[in-house]
């Protein structure tokens, strides 16, 4: 008897998966998605210029510093797992064909001077990121050409893509190059 119900369910049970019925009608149209980085969904890279950033000194912490937040500057929603590049602007050298170019530092950068060292820092969230100047020495008396004016380039990479792809992060030209972004992409946001 358990023979029999057993082949009775098998042969239920395939006959019920066989079966094919009407398709239905057709849904309606979804949106469409926003093409990313190498046809990948959603995987994007941005990169931001603030031109005229001042700092501002604490003295209880030794530290000049300035905070910023992403969504001032950004239209996407960035991921606690995204890596934030910072790179400073160091002037324009000379080259060799009497042309010039641009000279940018990754972040963290150090500069050894008469009175100690002093390391331009970020740190940063999902939110927000702050530049710091971190010092082992008096830096109420640093000049104001390493506080005032100064010019950051900021590049938000998709953890995704960073995990995908093998870049040189100190080389600006080529984390812009492997992102897709054009020189004349790069919004520049003049701070005053």
Request: hydrophobic share 40%.
């Amino acid at each position: 008897m358990r023979k029999a119900t057993f082949v009775l369910g098998a042969f239920l049970t395939i006959l019920f998966i066989s079966c094919e019925g009407d398709p239905g009608p057709i849904g309606p149209p979804g949106f469409d998605g926003v093409d990313g980085l190498d046809g990948q969904d959603g995987i994007q890279g941005q990169v931001f210029e603030l031109d005229g950033v001042n700092f501002t000194y604490d003295t209880g912490s030794n530290l000049w510093t300035v905070l910023e937040t992403f969504s001032d500057y950004t239209d996407f929603e960035i991921f606690e797992s995204d890596a934030v590049l910072v790179y400073r602007f160091d002037g324009q050298i000379d080259l060799s064909d009497g042309s010039t170019a641009d000279a940018w530092s990754l972040i963290p950068q150090n500069f050894f001077l008469p009175g100690g060292t002093m390391q331009y820092t970020v740190a940063h969230t999902f939110l927000d990121f702050e530049l710091f100047i971190d010092g082992n020495f008096d830096l109420s008396t640093l000049s104001t050409d390493f506080t005032d004016n100064q010019t950051f380039r900021i590049v938000i990479l998709p953890s995704e893509f960073l995990q995908s792809t093998d870049m040189d992060t100190t080389n600006l030209s080529s984390v812009m190059g492997k992102i897709g972004v054009e020189l004349n992409q790069v919004e520049t946001i003049h701070l005053d």
